[in-house]
């Protein structure tokens, strides 16, 4: 079983930045693709970016192209995602996920989650 570790969500106001990792201590090589996801209040969980663990492949939502970067570290088993020029409308709880396979923007495509970290953009 994978576990996936969520850190550096917290309360920022708008226009700020929080960079959020992801950690899998158990590093597996058969893991081929990270994302973050976010769900926020009352609403579906979304895709946010993702990143192939071995090449330069990235994917970014529309409504975070531009103001957020996801990057990986596969020495320290870790993914970021680092969020410039908040907004309120970014609160959620943002999760990270691992797959096996290639790009996908469905969280139901994720078998390993992390339990979440909460990201609040006061206004």
């Known amino acids: 079983q994978v576990q996936l570790v969520e850190s550096g969500g917290g309360l920022v106001q708008a226009g700020g930045s929080l960079r959020l990792t992801c950690t899998a201590p158990?590093?597996?090589?058969?893991?081929?693709?990270l994302g973050w996801f976010r769900q926020a209040p009352r609403k579906d969980r979304e895709f946010v970016a993702s990143?192939?663990?071995?090449?330069?492949?990235?994917y970014y939502a529309d409504s975070v192209k531009g103001r957020f970067t996801i990057s990986r570290d596969n020495a320290r088993n870790a993914v970021y995602l680092q969020m410039n020029s908040l907004k309120a409308e970014d609160t959620a709880d943002y999760y990270c996920?691992?797959?096996?396979?290639?790009?996908?923007?469905?969280?139901?495509?994720?078998?390993?989650w992390g339990q979440g970290t909460q990201v609040t953009v006061s206004s």
């Open positions: 996920a691992a797959r096996i396979g290639s790009n996908s923007m469905n969280w139901g495509d994720y078998r390993y």
């Open positions: 158990q590093g597996p090589s058969s893991i081929y693709r």
């Open positions: 990143i192939s663990r071995y090449t330069d492949d990235i």
